[in-house]
């Protein structure tokens, strides 16, 4: 049977509803009903003692209604009815009947408890009306982020005591047990009663012996729970729990300490200080900006040149230094300059101050048309630079052509006009003209097709004499000595074509010769050509593998060698046969081979070299091996690097993502964790330089692919600048967060609250809330949302806040900043007037001497350096006018 059956009002349903389940478990052990016996006992005479009485025995001492009465009237400081003086049994009947109306008159209907069972001294029913009595005068009143008063007063002690180690709250029994949740409640609100670090989780019994007797002595909460027999209970009993915490909770609702006058215009004068230092800095930035962008802009106006490559060369090297050097540290202080403008707008915003104006041709906006203005003037200058480059290249391009073609050109005349006026056609055979006749045939188409390279030369010389080439002079008589030499071997052709012509018919022998050395010496010259050209064949490796591999197709050629020798040697044989044949029959010209142009001593050349060409391969692939291996050894290198660098990077990019949510504490600690984090990436540069110059090593041996990492030194280098980047960001919104709740009033104990439901809600860490998350959260702190239509407007008006570009979803910053502007606010200048007021004892005037009594130093001096004296008739020597001067600190800034 449940003592405790009662039909509360609405908004109690859920909690009673749970708690009919609790008590059906609570009665089914003895120990409970002696715990609950002892706590509400102590309970009902820390209030009795105000009226001068107590009770010993509970279920004997309410037995008449006159205590219960005189109970109800203390906590809840009403009247109750007279009571009836008679000892009869319906006597004490009306009495208890008068306390259990009294209870039901205050929204709490009472169910299977009657006033005979009380004057009966049922126990149990006793129990669960005192029971009705704490939920409804001591629990009930307890709210915390719209709770019921058990969840409420149980997330109470849950924030309390989070940052006490061995204390983690779930319940009001096995929580409670070692004591050290009682101790860290105390410790939180008066650190100065207990010495918290000195006590262990496995001594429960000093633990609560320490909290009882603190509590008791001074604060003044009654002994209300057995140490011994919470810890020999498997369960404590957890209405006993509650109570005794309730009372805890009494104690300290209204331990929270106001800012005093004092701190209020320290805060006021600190921010005044600390904007005029902002404006003075940033008129010194604006002014060194502005300078240096007119002395600038000439410079990138310029468009003078020598007209030769090299030397728009050295133009763009100095564009690209300025673009490297000069440039950079002008962006970052443009940055900073909006940076510490719009963080001062901010600050003046949130101080109620008016905001700043800097001096004429010093504002943001003028500053950012200068800017624009030298980045169109660098836009013009890099266009103007390539455009010049383009057209000297062009030049140099078509005069490296000329000449490249004259070469062509030049090398093959060379001879050719000795050639056409040789007389080695006279005294041959008929066979060995009419091969002179055919080659010069071919010699003649071989200048028929020389004619348009010709042509080429002279048209590219007419372009560069159009293009105002610097070395046009050169270009001209080259040109002209070679249409000239064209000219000449024209007619030297004709010319011997007649004489050969001639030649012919007087020649009438025809001899056979050289067939056997044509058809064995052809194809042996060009095996020799082929393995010349392999020989010297320049090759391009990038790895070990590839350079072994052409290593043993050397081997393989080398192993052809021998063969190749034995044929040498047939064919030397074939032409010294030819030689002793000649000569044998004085056959003129013998030596000459019309069925082919290789001779001897050509083979005997290509075959020396050959041999020659051998080892040099062998040489230069061995160097090749070597070059190949040291280049491995710096992929190796610049990989083990940077695969250390670019994982700590991203570990770091990581850590500071989770700092704004996840990292418990104050604002001032996420500010040193993160300049803690920009100190350790400042240390970490120098494996930045060391990867560098690896990459630098990797650069110039041409390596620009390594298997062994992931991580190129741009990607290591854009996530070092995006780390700095990020660290900055981070650094500046955890200051404007300071510089608001400093502004705003905000305790750090508030932030944490804010953090710590914002957490709680973010169930993927995602970092951002999605509507409806967002919508319990605010609920979760207290803010009113109603579940109508209504409501719904007011949360679309707020989405609209927190979210403006309609993402989806609320970001942790958006949050804060929502939560900051609905939960503070702001100092004015009739909050510093009557701060000053409290420091003068209520006169309308202070002294320099109050002011240096109640202000740290620096504060007093500065309100004494600028407080005008006071006129009033009431006034005393040396009277300072805080009226006019508090006025004064919200109007314009002198600066």
């Known amino acids: 049977m449940d003592y405790n059956m009662m039909e509360p009002d609405v908004d109690w349903d859920e909690y009673m509803t749970q708690e009919d389940e609790w008590d059906r478990d609570s009665l089914l052990d003895p120990a409970w009903e002696r715990q609950q016996k002892k706590t509400f006992t102590a309970w009902c005479n820390s209030h009795l003692r105000k009226a001068g009485t107590a009770i010993e025995d509970m279920e004997e001492d309410f037995r008449n209604g006159l205590k219960l009465m005189l109970l109800l009237e203390v906590i809840s400081g009403e009247r109750l009815p007279k009571p009836d003086r008679g000892k009869m049994r319906f006597h004490k009947i009306a009495n208890v009947n008068k306390a259990l109306e009294f209870i039901e008159r205050k929204g709490v209907k009472l169910i299977s408890i009657g006033a005979e069972e009380i004057v009966d001294g049922n126990l149990k029913m006793t129990l669960g009306m005192i029971w009705t ?24 002690c849950q924030r309390k005591t989070a940052p006490y180690k061995n204390v983690n ?23 100065d009663l207990i010495d918290y670090h000195s006590l262990k989780k496995d001594d429960p019994l000093t633990n609560l012996n320490t909290a009882f007797d603190v509590a008791e002595k ?7 729970l057995d140490p011994e027999e919470i810890i020999n209970t498997p369960k404590p009993d957890e209405k006993s729990i509650m109570t005794y915490v309730s009372s805890y909770y009494h104690a300290f609702a209204g331990a929270q300490k106001a800012e005093t006058a004092a701190g209020r215009i320290c805060k006021v004068l600190r921010v005044n200080q600390d904007n005029e230092r902002l404006m003075e800095e940033y008129e010194r930035l604006a002014s060194d900006l502005l300078e240096w962008i007119r002395r600038t802009t000439p410079w990138l106006e310029d468009r003078t040149t020598d007209n030769t490559l090299p030397g728009i060369q050295d133009k763009l090297q100095e564009f690209r230094d300025y673009r490297r050097h000069h440039k950079p540290p002008r ?14 707008q901010t600050k003046l915003r949130l ?4 905001a700043y104006l800097p001096t004429d041709g010093k504002m943001v906006s003028d500053i950012a048309k200068a800017w624009k203005g030298l980045e169109l003037v660098e836009k013009g200058f890099e266009e103007w630079l390539l455009a010049e480059m383009r057209r000297l290249e062009r030049l140099d391009h078509l005069a490296q052509k000329f000449r490249h073609k004259c070469n062509i050109h030049e090398e093959w005349s060379g001879g050719k006009e000795q050639m056409l006026q040789a007389n080695d056609f006279k005294g041959c055979k008929l066979h060995e003209l009419k091969a002179m006749k055919r080659k010069h045939e071919a010699f003649e188409s071989d200048l028929a097709a020389h004619q348009d390279r010709v042509e080429q030369i002279a048209a590219i010389a007419q372009e560069l004499n159009d293009l105002d080439y610097h070395d046009i002079g050169s270009v001209n008589t080259r040109c002209q000595k070679i249409c000239d030499q064209w000219d000449v071997l024209g007619t030297l052709t004709q010319k011997r074509r007649s004489a050969l012509d001639e030649a012919e018919a007087i020649l009438d022998r025809i001899d056979h010769l050289h067939l056997e050395f044509a058809k064995r010496a052809a194809p042996f010259n060009n095996w020799m050509d082929g393995a010349r050209e392999d020989l010297q064949d320049m090759f391009i490796v990038h790895t070990v593998e590839e350079i072994m591999g052409l290593l043993d197709s050397h081997e393989q050629f080398k192993m052809t060698l021998g063969e190749a020798d034995k044929e040498f040697n047939a064919i030397v044989q074939l032409v010294n046969e030819v030689q002793r044949i000649g000569a044998q029959y004085n056959v003129p010209n013998a030596n000459n081979n019309p069925y082919t142009t290789l001779v001897s001593k050509d083979i005997t050349t290509k075959w020396a070299d050959v041999k020659k060409l051998v080892p040099q391969r062998d040489k230069s692939l061995q160097d090749e091996l070597a070059k190949q291996q040291a280049n491995e050894r710096l992929r190796r290198q610049f990989a083990q690097k940077a695969n250390i660098v670019g994982p700590w990077i991203e570990r770091q990019m990581e850590a500071i993502a989770t700092i704004g949510t996840q990292m418990t504490g104050t604002l001032e600690d996420q500010l040193r964790k993160l300049r803690q984090y920009e100190q350790a990436v400042t240390q970490y540069k120098p494996n930045m330089d060391e990867l560098e110059t690896y990459n630098q090593a990797c650069q110039e041996a041409y390596i620009f692919e390594n298997r062994h990492t992931q991580y190129t030194m741009e990607t290591i280098r854009v996530g070092w600048e995006q780390l700095m980047t990020a660290i900055s960001r981070n650094i500046n919104e955890v200051e404007n967060q300071i510089l608001t709740r400093d502004a705003k009033g905000i305790t750090e104990e508030q932030l944490s609250d804010f953090r710590a439901s914002f957490n709680h809600f973010d169930k993927k860490r995602t970092l951002q809330l999605e509507p409806r998350d967002f919508r319990a959260c605010l609920v979760s702190l207290g803010y009113n949302i109603r579940e109508d239509k209504i409501g719904d407007q007011e949360f679309s008006r707020i989405m609209c806040i927190v979210d403006p570009n309609n993402t989806g979803y609320v970001t942790f910053q958006a949050f804060v900043d929502f939560m900051t502007r609905e939960m503070t606010d702001s100092d004015t200048a009739d909050q510093v007037m009557a701060s000053f007021k409290v420091l003068a004892g209520g006169k309308p005037c202070i002294t320099a001497e109050e002011l240096r009594r109640e202000l740290p130093p620096d504060q007093a001096e500065y309100c004494i350096a600028r407080m005008a004296p006071y006129r009033g008739h009431d006034a005393v020597p040396g009277a300072l006018d805080y009226l006019s001067f508090s006025a004064s600190l919200y109007g314009e800034s002198d600066l």
């Open 133 to 156: 009595i704490i939920l409804r005068f001591a629990i009930q009143d307890i709210s915390v982020e719209e709770l019921s008063a058990k969840e409420g007063l149980l997330l109470w």
């Open 169 to 191: 709250v779930q319940n009001f029994h096995i929580s409670f047990k070692d004591g050290l949740a009682f101790c860290a409640l105390i410790h939180r609100h008066r650190p």
């Open 218 to 224: 001074y604060l003044d909460i009654p002994r209300m």
């Open 331 to 344: 962006v970052e202080e443009k940055g900073k300059l909006e940076t510490n403008f719009n963080t001062l």
């Open 351 to 354: 101080s109620n101050r008016p």
